[in-house]
């Protein structure tokens, strides 16, 4: 097997995402402690489980290819950062091998079952998000940082439970076998089409993106004597509110911004993937989401899945990468 390919430039990058289905990028410095310390390991993943076009290992040195650490916001050495089919999936900072091996092994093995749906899948509360639509460059899922004892939603269906809107599996709906009775792995709206979501993170947060899946079963498929639910067309964000707003307080203050959704926004995944003003959406400690209504007639609005993307952490100036492993002072 091959040993680690070292990027001589930003083309030879995006040649080797292009050639390979999954790729694994060491982002490193010679001044590094904790990326030396690590470095054989890496050697030894690349040589024991690297397959040509399938599973690709690289080095990126941060000081000689400054513009690739900055795209993918490298503030940490080392940062390994995952990608399929040329999308980045998942990002570890950090001297971390077994989390680094594990991580890897059961992302080639979704890729050689040949997962379904986009950009990544997986099953349960481990291992890589499922995602309906694609990342943005340079961005990465940050849906784990949402504190989940903490979420909530006003005027859903009892039926329902909010934790499933951040489940990592595929939607049942995307499935050969969709759930039925008490399995249900989506959340409806109560009385009429509007919904409060409360999202607290455990950590600030920079949001790029905003990613809703929303599945409703057309009219012939649908056993039930009512209309369908509808697909969110309008929604308002809210940011670092202390708790949930009222339904009368969220339509009288203004939102840090509104979004209308076209039916044609809406992906063969029944995802949408919406862009936020990214100033406007700095340090972020909670998020709400106010469904204002739905596209279509029905008195019902359903999610399947949400998904943040953007930035955890606070971010750092190029020129200021730390190193991830050594005790201060050293």
């Known amino acids: 097997m091959a040993k680690p390919i070292e990027i001589e430039s930003t083309e030879h990058f995006s040649t080797v995402l292009k050639e390979s289905r999954v790729v694994v990028a060491d982002f490193y ?62 990002k570890v900072k950090g001297a971390d091998p077994q989390g680094l091996r594990s991580l890897i092994e059961k992302l080639a093995k979704d890729v050689e079952a040949g997962g379904e749906g986009g950009s990544s899948s997986a099953s349960g509360s481990g291992g890589l998000a499922w995602r309906g639509a694609e990342l943005p460059r340079g961005y990465t899922d940050i849906s784990d940082v949402v504190d989940v004892r903490g979420l909530e939603l006003l005027n859903a269906d009892t039926d329902f439970s909010v934790r499933t809107l951040f489940n990592k599996s ?14 249900k792995d989506w959340v409806e709206s109560d009385i009429d089409e509007q919904m409060l ?11 790029h993106t905003l990613q809703l899946t929303s599945l409703p079963p057309t009219e012939g498929d649908d056993d039930d004597d009512e209309e369908p639910p509808n697909r969110p067309r309008m929604i ?44 406007r959406f700095q340090n972020i400690s909670t998020l ?35 190193k991830i492993g050594d005790e201060p002072g050293e």
């Open 29 to 90: 410095a010679n001044w590094c402690g904790p990326c030396k310390q690590i470095a054989p390991f890496y050697e030894q993943l690349s040589r024991s489980i690297a397959k040509p076009k399938v599973l690709t290992f690289v080095k990126v040195n941060t000081e000689a290819q400054r513009a690739l650490a900055s795209e993918f916001a490298v503030t940490a050495l080392p940062t390994f950062i995952l990608f399929r089919d040329g999308t980045l999936v998942e």
């Open 170 to 183: 595929k939607p049942s709906a995307l499935g050969k076998n969709p759930s039925t009775g008490d399995e």
């Open 197 to 207: 979501l409360f999202v607290p993170f455990n950590s600030a947060t920079k949001l």
């Open 236 to 279: 308002k964000l809210f940011t670092n509110r202390p708790h949930n707003l009222g339904f009368d307080e969220a339509e009288d203050i203004d939102p840090t911004q509104t979004i209308e959704i076209e039916e044609s926004d809406w992906n063969q995944n029944g995802t949408v993937s919406l862009p936020l003003r990214f100033v």
């Open 288 to 322: 709400v989401v106010f469904v204002v209504d739905g596209e279509g007639a029905s008195d019902k609005v359903r999610l399947d899945r949400v998904r943040l993307i953007g930035e955890s952490g606070e971010k750092r100036e190029m020129g200021k990468l730390e």
